[in-house]
């Protein structure tokens, strides 16, 4: 059974930065292409950043190019999103997923179907 668990998230001010984590169980994490979504209040869910099994390669939505950097340790089946200059616009619950696809920000999804409780962002201005 697959489990994920997203932590490291918190209240901090604009242009601020943080890293928060995501530790994935019950499958083969080095196999998989992982991804990054966020969920703002009354908003869809979307996707921020992929990296693919290995971590050669990442990608991310517009929104955040520059100023997020996604990497992962496959030895610690565990996914990271630092985060610098944060906005208020980047307050959301952020929740990581498998993803059947990376690069290519237009295609990544939730591959398994599964997610974590996420984890709390909150940018105040």
């Known amino acids: 059974q697959v489990q994920v668990v997203e932590s490291g998230g918190d209240s901090v001010q604009a242009g601020g930065s943080l890293r928060i984590s995501c530790i994935v169980s019950?499958?083969?994490?080095?196999?998989?292409?992982m991804g990054w979504f966020r969920q703002a209040p009354g908003k869809e869910r979307e996707a921020v950043s992929c990296?693919?099994?290995?971590?050669?390669?990442?990608d991310y939505v517009d929104s955040v190019k520059g100023r997020f950097t996604v990497s992962r340790d496959n030895a610690k089946n565990t996914l990271y999103l630092q985060m610098n200059s944060l906005k208020p616009e980047d307050t959301a619950m952020y929740y990581c997923?498998?993803?059947?696809?990376?690069?290519?920000?237009?295609?990544?999804?939730?591959?398994?179907?599964?997610w974590g409780q996420g984890t709390q962002v909150t940018v105040s201005s």
């Open positions: 990296i693919t099994n290995g971590g050669r390669n990442t």
């Open positions: 997923a498998a993803t059947p696809v990376c690069p290519g920000m237009r295609f990544v999804r939730n591959r398994l179907g599964v």
């Open positions: 019950g499958l083969t994490f080095d196999a998989y292409d």
